[in-house]
C-alpha cells in the first residue's frame, strides 16, 4: 500500500473520530430502546467465552434475542466479547461500533480509489459517507451494530473482490453474512459490478466468476438458516399486498431523500402508506423507474455513476425479506446503499472538475456538504446520548410518533420514577392515534391503527400503575386487550398486552396485602395468573411472563407450580437473574436446599458481575447467609 493511501486512510478515520468523539458517541448512555434491557436486564450477553459458550453462540438462536430468530453468531459473539470487557459500562460497547464503522469508512475508501481513477475524489467522498448524518444510528444504537459490523465486512470482502482474491472475499462476506443477514445482498453488488464493467482478461473474468459463484452458495445457506433452520419472526405479514407496494416506493424515495438531503432524521419514521394520491407513493413511483432508465443509459456513457446507481438500489434489497411488515422505515437500513448514491455523485464532480472553470464549483459543493453532513451529524449524536433525549427529539419532529411515545413513557415511568411526566406525550398520540382511525376504511388500514392504539392504551396503563391508579391502569389494559389484532398478527405485542395487564393485578395484590385485605389480594394474584399464561399463549417465547407467572405462583404458596414454570422461562432467557432467585426461594420453600444453594449462587455471581439490582443482589445475599439456618425461608425477592 503506498504512502499517500495509508496518510489518507488515517486522515479519514482521525476526522470521523473527531467528530463523533467531540459529539459524545462515547459518552452516550444505554438506549432504552433495547441496550439496557438486552445488555443489563437480560444479561443476554452473559455468557462464557468456552467450547460450551461458543457451541450456545453458534448452535442456536435465543427466541428472545430482540424478539426476533435470525441467525447473526459473529454480531453475538462481539456482543459477548463486549460484555466481558466492559460489563455495564456502555463507552465500551461504542468504541466496538465505532471501530467497525471506522472499518467500513477504510475500505470504502479503497473501493472508491480503484472505482475513480481521480486523486482527490475518492478521499472526498470517503469522507462525505464518513460523516453521513444517516450512519449515526447504527453506530450510537449498540443494538443495532450488526449494521456497521457486517457493513464493514462487507466493504472488506467487495474490495478483495476487486482484487481478485476469492478466498479472503468469500471468507469476509460469509462473516458479514453471520454479523448481520442483510449483508446476504453483495452476490447482486458484484454481479452488477460484472455486467457493468466487464473483465480486461480471462484470469479476471475467471476469478470473478469463482467469487460469485462462492457468494452465491453461501447466500443459499444463509437464507437456509434463516428462513428455514431459524424462521424469522419478521416474515410474519401485516400490510396487505397494495400497501406493502406503496409503502415500499415510499421509502425507497425517503431513502433517497434523506442520503441527499438528511434533514428530519427521527426513530423511527412511523406509518405508511395508504392513499394511492400520496406524494411520496408518486415520488417513489418515479424515482424507480427512473433510477433503472438510469443504470442502462449510463451503463456505457458513465460506468462508475451507473453502478453507483446501481449499488444504491441493489443494497435495498434485504428490506424485501420484511416487506409487508416494514412500516416503519430505519435509518440503518440505509448504511451500506448510501455509498452507492456517493460514488455515483463523486464520479459526476470529477467530471464536472475536469470542464473548464468547474474547479471552483466542484470545491464548493464538496464544502457545502462537509460542513452541511458534518453539523447534522453532529446534532443526531447529541440526541442519541440519552433516552429521553433521542425521543423527545423524535416526537418534536413527529408528534403522535408511537414508538417515540410508547419508550419515553416507559423510561419516565419505570426507569426514572417520574410517570407524570409521560403523560401529554400519550394524550398526544393517543389522540393522533384515534383521528387517523377514524379516517381508515380498509380492514388491514383499520387493524394497523387498532394495534397501535392498543400499545399506547396499554402504556397509558403502565403510567397509570405507576403512579398507584391500579383500577384506571387495569381499564386501560382491558382495553388494550379488545383493541389488539388477532394473535396471528403480531403475538409479541399481544403477549406484552396480557403481561403488563397481569403485572397491574399482581402490583394491585401487593398494595391490598400491605392493606390487611388478604382475600381482595389472593383473587388479583389469580387473575394475574391468568393473564401471565394468556401472554405465555399468545407467545410461547415471551420469557417474561414466565418470570411473572412464577412469582405469582410463589406469592400464592404453589411452590412446586412455579418451579416447574420458572424452569421453562431459565431455558429461554439462562441469564435471567430474577428467574434464578425466585427458583432458589421456591426450592428454598421446597426445603430442596442443595437445588436453592445452587440458584442462588448462580444467581449472586451474575448480579454481582450485572450490578443491575442492587436490592435483589442484597437480598440474595441475606438469603445465602441463612441457607443453613433451621428456619423455613418464606420470602419473595
Given amino acids: 500500500m503506498k504512502k499517500g493511501t495509508i496518510f489518507s486512510l488515517l486522515a479519514l478515520v482521525a476526522a470521523t473520530a473527531l467528530l463523533y468523539g467531540l459529539s459524545g458517541v462515547f459518552q452516550a448512555q444505554f438506549s432504552h430502546l433495547d441496550d439496557f434491557p438486552y445488555i443489563v436486564q437480560l444479561g443476554h450477553y452473559d ?183 431459524f424462521p424469522q419472526r419478521y416474515s410474519e405479514a401485516a400490510l396487505d399486498t397494495p400497501t406493502a407496494l406503496m409503502t415500499g416506493l415510499g421509502n425507497l424515495f425517503r431513502y433517497a431523500w434523506l442520503t441527499l438531503a438528511p434533514l428530519g432524521l427521527r426513530i423511527p419514521w412511523d406509518g405508511y402508506i395508504f392513499q394511492v394520491r400520496s406524494l411520496l407513493l408518486m415520488a417513489g413511483a418515479v424515482v424507480l423507474p427512473a433510477g433503472v432508465w438510469g443504470i442502462w443509459r449510463l451503463r456505457r456513457r458513465n460506468r462508475i455513476a451507473a453502478f453507483g446507481l446501481f449499488w444504491f438500489f441493489a443494497s435495498l434489497l434485504p428490506t424485501v425479506g420484511v416487506w409487508k411488515n416494514t412500516f416503519a422505515m430505519a435509518e440503518r437500513y440505509a448504511f451500506v446503499a448510501s455509498f452507492g448514491l456517493i460514488l455515483a455523485g463523486a464520479d459526476l464532480l470529477a467530471r464536472l472538475r475536469a470542464r473548464a472553470g468547474g474547479k471552483w464549483l466542484v470545491w464548493a459543493v464538496c464544502g457545502f456538504f462537509l460542513v452541511f453532513f458534518g453539523v447534522q451529524t453532529s446534532q443526531r449524536i447529541r440526541a442519541w446520548r440519552d433516552t429521553e433525549t433521542l425521543f423527545a427529539d423524535t416526537f418534536r419532529k413527529d408528534p403522535g410518533n408511537v414508538l417515540a411515545t410508547k419508550i419515553l413513557s416507559r423510561y419516565y415511568s419505570q426507569f426514572v420514577m417520574t410517570p407524570e411526566k409521560a403523560v401529554p406525550y400519550l394524550e398526544e398520540a393517543v389522540r393522533s392515534t384515534e383521528a387517523k382511525l377514524s379516517g381508515r376504511t380498509h380492514p388491514n388500514h383499520i387493524a394497523i391503527e387498532r394495534y397501535n392504539l392498543a400499545g399506547l392504551k396499554n402504556t397509558y396503563g403502565i403510567v397509570r400503575r405507576e403512579m398507584g391508579a391500579f383500577d384506571e391502569a387495569i381499564a386501560l389494559q382491558e382495553e388494550a386487550v379488545r383493541l389488539a389484532p388477532p394473535e396471528n398478527w403480531e403475538p409479541f405485542r399481544k403477549a406484552e398486552i396480557f403481561f403488563h395487564l397481569g403485572l397491574t393485578r399482581q402490583k394491585k395484590a401487593m398494595y391490598l396485602e400491605s392493606q390487611g385485605k388478604k382475600a381482595e389480594s389472593t383473587e388479583n394474584l389469580e387473575r394475574a395468573l391468568e393473564d401471565y399464561h394468556k401472554s405465555i399463549e399468545a407467545a410461547p417465547e415471551y420469557s417474561i411472563s414466565y418470570q411473572n407467572a412464577g412469582n405469582a405462583l410463589f406469592q400464592l404458596g404453589r411452590y412446586q407450580e412455579a418451579v416447574d414454570l420458572l424452569q421453562k422461562g431459565l431455558v429461554l432467557t439462562p441469564n435471567n437473574i430474577e428467574v434464578l432467585a425466585l427458583l432458589g426461594f421456591s426450592y428454598m420453600n421446597l426445603e430442596d436446599k442443595e437445588n436453592a444453594r445452587r440458584f442462588v449462587d448462580l444467581a449472586l455471581a451474575k448480579s454481582a458481575r450485572r450490578q443491575a439490582n442492587p436490592a435483589l443482589h442484597e437480598d440474595l445475599r441475606r438469603l445465602r447467609s441463612e441457607m443453613d439456618s433451621p428456619n423455613e425461608i418464606r420470602r419473595s425477592p
Fill in 47 to 229: 455468557r462464557p467465552l468456552n467450547g460450551q459458550g461458543l457451541r450456545e453462540i453458534f448452535g442456536k438462536v435465543s427466541a428472545t434475542e430482540m424478539l426476533h430468530s435470525y441467525y447473526r453468531p459473529i454480531f453475538t459473539l462481539i456482543r459477548v466479547v463486549d460484555y466481558r470487557l466492559f460489563g455495564n459500562s456502555p463507552a465500551g460497547y461504542h468504541v466496538t461500533n465505532f471501530l467497525f464503522y471506522a472499518l467500513a469508512v477504510a475500505f470504502a475508501f479503497l473501493v472508491l480509489q480503484r472505482l475513480i481513477r481521480v486523486p482527490w475524489a475518492p478521499f472526498l467522498a470517503a469522507l462525505l459517507f464518513a460523516w453521513h448524518p444517516l450512519h449515526v444510528e447504527p453506530v450510537a444504537w449498540i443494538m443495532a451494530g450488526g449494521y456497521v459490523i457486517s457493513g464493514g465486512l462487507l466493504f472488506l470482502s467487495f474490495h478483495l473482490y476487486l482484487r481478485q482474491r476469492t478466498w479472503g472475499s468469500l471468507l469476509s462476506y460469509a462473516a458479514a453474512c453471520l454479523a448481520n443477514p442483510p449483508a446476504i445482498v453483495l452476490p447482486a453488488l458484484v454481479a452488477g459490478h460484472m455486467w457493468i464493467f466487464p473483465a480486461e482478461n480471462r484470469a479476471e473474468a475467471k476469478s470473478r466468476r469463482n467469487t460469485l459463484a462462492g457468494m452465491a452458495l453461501l447466500a443459499v445457506g444463509i437464507v437456509f438458516l434463516n428462513y428455514v433452520v
